[in-house]
């Protein structure tokens, strides 16, 4: 009952809080709209999309894995983007965050929204460094997880480390707040440690 509760709250047609989840994710991506956006763990596309409406210039790449226990797959991201009326403007293809099938410096902006913490057997920081590797110099990005200690480390050291290697603006953001109302709130959809990783290449 707990879970099918949890899972009727991030329902966009229940409680609609991924979509107000990606509406945070979004405004604070200091993105200009012009040029390629990529999401890194898409799903069924809806933050691709909400991307692709907010910005009506930009070209958006969602990529997913899309294990077979999420009934996921391209062909619904391709329908749903259609729905929307972007689907010229969004692309999705199958991918492994782990390894990028993309080129240093490819993109202007990258967003991801809890998906690296269920990427089982994987060092997070670098799932955080391949992702930021296909953005370009100057290019944004806004990553959201729930970033356990236990899964993540000291994320404080993490985030001087990418201001050593000239990364601008770099934040961690508390997202319980914003997109859940509180951190107990956020506790109980189970995504208590919900930070979000922004800032500039």
């Not at 929307?84 to 965050?97: K, L, P, T, Y």
């Not at 089982?120 to 460094?129: E, F």
């Not at 319980?176 to 709130?185: D, K």
Request: proline residues 2%.
């Amino acid at each position: 009952l707990w879970c099918a509760w949890i899972r009727r709250q991030y329902a966009f047609g229940g409680g609609g809080m991924m979509d107000r989840t990606h509406l945070v994710v979004l405004s604070h991506l200091d993105f200009d709209g012009q040029g390629q956006l990529l999401e890194v763990g898409c799903g069924s596309g809806p933050l691709s999309i909400r991307a692709a409406l907010m910005w009506p210039e930009a070209k958006v790449t969602g990529i997913d894995y899309w294990g077979a226990d999420f009934g996921y797959n391209q062909t619904m991201c391709e329908k749903n983007a259609a729905s929307e009326g972007v689907a010229a403007r969004c692309r999705f293809q199958h991918g492994d965050a782990n390894k990028l099938d993309f080129p240093d410096k490819s993109f202007d902006a990258v967003v991801s929204n809890y998906v690296y913490h269920n990427i089982m057997g994987s060092d997070k920081r670098a799932l955080l460094l391949e992702t930021l590797r296909v953005l370009k110099k100057g290019g944004v990005f806004a990553l959201n997880d729930d970033m356990k200690p236990k899964m993540y480390g000291d994320m404080d050291a993490f985030v001087q480390k990418l201001r050593d290697m000239g990364y601008e603006d770099v934040r961690l953001i508390d997202t319980t707040q914003e997109a859940f109302g509180s951190r107990r709130r956020a506790a109980m959809m189970m995504l208590g440690d919900s930070r979000m990783l922004a800032g500039r290449k």
